[in-house]
């Protein structure tokens, strides 16, 4: 039961992140750019765990749906950090 609780948590997580995506043009200027991740996805029942990594060899590990999105925020917030810096 406290699987389905948890579960249900995370997924009332996700819509409120998308809830709260403005809607319409994005504000900010745009650009268009290509990142590779790597994902090692182990699924038991309903729990999800796994690794994540980025062409640098970057890795996280993670648990759950959320914590694979706050994983792949990471590594692409990590990719404009290295772009940034060469583009500099």
């Known amino acids: 039961m406290t699987e389905l609780v948890e579960r249900e948590t995370e997924v009332a997580a996700l819509a409120a992140l998308l809830d ?8 900010v200027g745009m650009t268009s750019r290509a990142v590779t991740i790597t994902l090692e996805l182990r ?4 729990e999800l765990n796994g690794r994540a990594s980025d062409e640098d060899g970057v890795e996280r590990s993670f648990s759950g749906w959320l914590g694979l ?3 792949l925020d990471s590594l692409l917030d990590a990719a404009d950090g290295r772009d940034g810096a060469t583009a500099a």
């Open 43 to 46: 699924q038991a029942g309903d």
């Open 20 to 27: 709260a995506v403005p809607a319409g043009p994005h504000p």
């Open 69 to 71: 999105l706050v994983t």
